[in-house]
C-alpha cells in the first residue's frame, strides 16, 4: 500500500514536471500576459507552468519535487486541488488588484502556496507539528526578508527580477486554502458526532 502511495507521489511529481517543461518551449505563448488574460483564460493556469528560463524552471521543480516528500502524508488529491485553485487566484489579484504587473511566469507564487497549505494542514497531526511549525516560521520570514530588503539571489540566479508579490500572494491563497481545509475537516468531525 504504502509503495502504491509514493509511486502516485512520483507519477504526480513527472506529469507536473513534464508538462511544464512542454509549456517552457512555448512559453510566450503561456505567461500571465495581462492584456490576453480574460480573452486566453488558459494562462490563469499555464503561467505558472512556465518559467523566465530553464534555469528558474529547475530551481521550481526541484522545490515541487520535495514536497510530497518532506510532507508525506499530503495527499495527492490535497495537491491537485490546490494546483487548480493556487494558479487562477495568484493571477486573478495580479490582474484586478496589481494593475502594474503585465507579465509574469514561475511557479514559486505557487510554491508559497503548497508549503503555506500543507505545513497549516500539517499541524493537525502531533508528530509533525514541529516541523510544521518550523516550515510556516521559514514562509513567513522569507516573506518579511523579501517584502522589507529585496530578492537580489535569485534574481541574478534566474536572470530576471522576482516578484515577490506572487510569493506573498501564493502564501496568502496557500493560508486560506489550508484554513477552509481544516475548518471543512472539523464540521464533518462535528457532523458525525
Not at 495581462?34 to 530551481?59: D, I, Q, S, Y
Not at 526541484?62 to 487566484?89: D, G, K, M, Q
Not at 522569507?142 to 510569493?167: C, D, M, R, Y
Request: proline content about 4%; overall charge positive; hydrophobic content about 55%.
Amino acid at each position: 500500500m504504502k509503495d502504491q502511495i509514493w509511486i502516485r507521489k512520483v507519477i504526480l511529481i513527472a506529469v507536473c514536471v513534464s508538462v511544464s517543461a512542454c509549456l517552457q518551449v512555448f512559453a510566450d505563448h503561456f505567461i500571465y500576459w495581462k492584456p490576453n488574460l480574460l480573452t486566453e483564460f488558459w494562462r490563469l493556469w499555464t503561467a505558472h507552468w512556465v518559467h523566465v528560463g530553464w534555469m528558474h524552471f529547475l530551481l521550481n521543480m526541484l522545490a515541487f519535487a520535495c514536497l510530497p516528500f518532506i510532507f508525506p502524508h499530503a495527499r495527492n488529491w490535497h495537491l491537485y486541488a490546490l494546483l487548480l485553485v493556487l494558479p487562477p487566484f495568484i493571477s486573478l489579484i495580479f490582474y484586478f488588484f496589481l494593475p502594474y504587473i503585465d507579465a509574469y511566469a514561475g511557479l514559486s507564487g505557487v510554491l508559497h502556496g503548497l508549503y503555506a497549505a500543507v505545513g497549516l494542514v500539517y499541524l493537525q497531526y502531533p508528530k509533525e507539528r514541529k516541523f510544521a511549525l518550523l516550515v510556516l516560521a521559514l514562509i513567513g520570514a522569507k516573506l518579511i526578508w523579501e517584502n522589507t530588503f529585496g530578492q537580489t539571489g535569485t534574481a541574478q540566479l534566474i536572470g530576471s527580477p522576482v516578484l515577490t508579490e506572487a510569493h506573498l500572494i501564493g502564501a496568502i491563497g496557500g493560508v486560506l486554502c489550508g484554513l477552509g481545509y481544516l475548518l471543512l475537516r472539523r464540521v464533518q468531525r462535528e457532523h458525525i458526532n
